[in-house]
């Protein structure tokens, strides 16, 4: 009963002690003479209530210290919702998250426990002198960012050149800062600019390309640890496309050789090879020594495939086929192979070619009569077109010379024209002489 009756009263002076802040503001205090001369008998505040930053989730800890509190009362209230939390030595609010220390009559604690976001705002800590007398401290409760999943994009497959829109959006306490960048950390080209990282809650792709499939994270950070990211896993679809190194390739009777194909597709292609007459061919890697020995390597979506053909005979020269396929489309390019002049017959023209026998690789670089390449690398979309390396190899006049494709042939020089005439009827004695002994 007795209890009761002192919480009312305590109720009532708080409350209209609330109301007196509100009043004293507007009024500056009408400081009554008599009270002012008697300052040092009130209670006064030992220290400002400092403001305090809790991570939600945490307990916050809220001071009051009064000297000269003698018989009057501390009060907590909670200024926003004008809610009373506690009076003297009682908790009032019906919150079980707050509780209440004190010490020597001095000190009054205010604990929150597992503070919450609504808990942020200013406390104040009161007096029940007349007027009242008060300190107050702000609370502020900060969110570490979290990705909104409702509002953020998920892994995507599109068609290149379609135009790609990524969202992300993040919530937390303050606001946080969004940026999206490539998990693999290359640049991004974005508006026709390289950049590592785009600010802001969407990453718009226009015409994506096949450059663009990667895993791209949205990180959101707002200074409250920890900062937090979503991949997101771009895959962009389009039909196959292939690359030849070199679409004439040239062996001699009992040598090994390896036709090279270079294709790009997503969904993964299916790549095998065929024959001039459409079979395709199988390597049996069980069989070591098998005629034929396919391989190929993913890297991404590109693959590199290769086939090689040990110990050609008379009866492999001809036409190779490259073949890719995936659910958009199939490609194929051909390569021809074509019989060149064993080593031993072409003694002389390995002294005149310096060394052109260790093979054409090695004479890229170096053989200043180079002057076309037959590597041409061009990629080959869908169409039927082969695209012919330059050079008189495709011609009408093209079978005296393809079998010498070693050689060349292409300069403008006059010199060098006569060296190739004397070249070429050694080379046909030669060929005689090879067809003779066969
Ligand atoms: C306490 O926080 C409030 C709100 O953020 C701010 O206005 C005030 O200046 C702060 N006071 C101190 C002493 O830092
Ligand atoms: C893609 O975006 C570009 C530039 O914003 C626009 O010009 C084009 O029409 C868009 N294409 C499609 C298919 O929406
Ligand atoms: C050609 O190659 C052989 C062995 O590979 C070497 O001994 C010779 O010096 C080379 N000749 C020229 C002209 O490079």
Redesign the pocket.
């Known amino acids: 009963m007795e209890i009761i009756k002192i919480t009312v009263l305590l109720l009532c002076s708080v409350a209209s002690g609330v109301q007196g802040l509100a009043k004293a503001k507007q009024s500056h205090m009408h400081d009554n003479p008599s009270d002012f001369n008697n300052e040092a008998s009130f209670p006064r505040f030992a220290e400002p209530i400092p403001n305090i930053t809790v991570t939600i989730g945490r307990d916050a800890l809220l001071a009051c210290v009064v000297d000269n509190l003698k018989g009057y009362k501390v009060a907590w209230v909670r200024v926003d919702t004008q809610t009373i939390l506690s009076i003297h030595h009682n908790v009032i609010t019906q919150n079980p998250r707050i509780s209440l220390t004190y010490n020597d009559h001095r000190s009054w604690y205010l604990h929150i426990r597992e503070v919450e976001e609504n808990d942020r705002g200013w406390y104040m800590c009161q007096v029940n002198t007349d007027p009242m007398r008060s300190r107050k401290g702000y609370l502020q409760v900060v969110v570490p960012p979290a990705i909104v999943e409702s509002m953020t994009s998920n892994d995507m497959v599109v068609r290149e050149g379609?135009?790609v829109t990524l969202n992300c959006k993040a919530k937390g306490f303050p606001e946080p800062y969004v940026m999206w960048r490539r998990e693999d950390g290359d640049e991004m080209a974005i508006g026709g600019e390289n950049v590592n990282v785009v600010d802001g809650e969407i990453l718009h792709i226009?015409?994506v390309s096949r450059l663009h499939m990667a895993a791209y994270l949205c990180v959101a950070s707002n200074g409250v640890p920890p900062s937090i990211s979503k991949r997101v896993q771009l895959r962009v679809q389009f039909p196959p496309m292939l690359s030849i190194p070199n679409q004439l390739e040239g062996a001699y009777v009992g040598q090994d050789v390896v036709l090279e194909c270079h294709t790009e597709a997503y969904p993964a292609s299916i790549n095998y090879w065929t024959t001039e007459r459409g079979d395709m061919i199988i390597s049996d890697t069980s069989r070591t020594g098998d005629k034929f020995e396919t391989m190929s390597r993913n890297t991404g979506y590109t693959k590199y495939m290769s086939l090689k053909i040990r110990s050609v005979g008379p009866a492999d020269f001809g036409s190779y086929r490259c073949v890719a396929k995936n659910s958009l489309g199939e490609t194929d390019g051909l390569i021809k192979l074509d019989e060149i002049p064993a080593p031993t017959t072409i003694l002389t023209t390995e002294s005149l070619y310096n060394n052109r026998s260790k093979g054409r690789k090695a004479n890229k670089k170096h053989d200043p009569m180079m002057v076309g390449d037959y590597g041409v690398e061009e990629w080959k979309e869908n169409g039927p077109a082969i695209r012919h390396p330059p050079g008189a190899f495709h011609n009408g006049a093209a079978s005296a010379t393809t079998s010498m494709r070693d050689i060349r042939i292409g300069s403008c020089c006059a010199g060098i024209l006569f060296l190739l005439q004397q070249l070429l009827s050694i080379l046909s004695q030669h060929r005689l002489a090879g067809d003779g002994r066969r």
Request: glycine share 0%; no cysteine.
């Open positions: 379609t135009n226009t015409k």
